[in-house]
């Protein structure tokens, strides 16, 4: 089974920044999409930034202007730079991997907290 190993959350004070990282675990073939969404407690899990094979990118509203998704597709690695963090983007982050004809990988999620 496919792990993706997420890293790079922490504390950072707002207007701060992080990078989140996820590798997985061994080759995954046939991706169509690489990305991260994000869960606050009692929110529902919301897109934050999603990149297709081809490099077509999506991002969720709270954070577009702010967070950049980048990949390397050599080794199927997501990146997401995160500038300007606020508290509102206190959340668990999870990276999420889309697999033609298969469906959906998940990370474990990774915690970000952004202090005031």
């Known amino acids: 089974q496919v792990q993706l190993v997420e890293s790079g959350g922490g504390l950072v004070q707002a207007g701060g920044s992080l990078r989140l990282s996820c590798t997985p675990s061994r080759s995954i073939f046939s991706i169509y999409a690489m990305g991260w969404y994000r869960q606050a407690p009692e929110k529902q899990r919301e897109l934050v930034a999603q990149?297709?094979?081809?490099?077509?990118?999506n991002y969720g509203s709270p954070v577009k202007g702010r967070f950049t998704i980048s990949r390397d597709n050599t080794k199927n690695t997501v990146y997401v730079q995160m500038n300007s963090l606020k508290p509102e983007d206190t959340a668990v982050y999870y990276c999420?991997?889309?697999?033609?004809?298969?469906?959906?990988?998940w990370g474990q999620g990774t915690q970000v907290t952004v202090s005031s």
């Open positions: 990149i297709t094979i081809g490099g077509r990118t």
């Open positions: 999420n991997a889309v697999i033609d004809g298969i469906g959906d990988y």
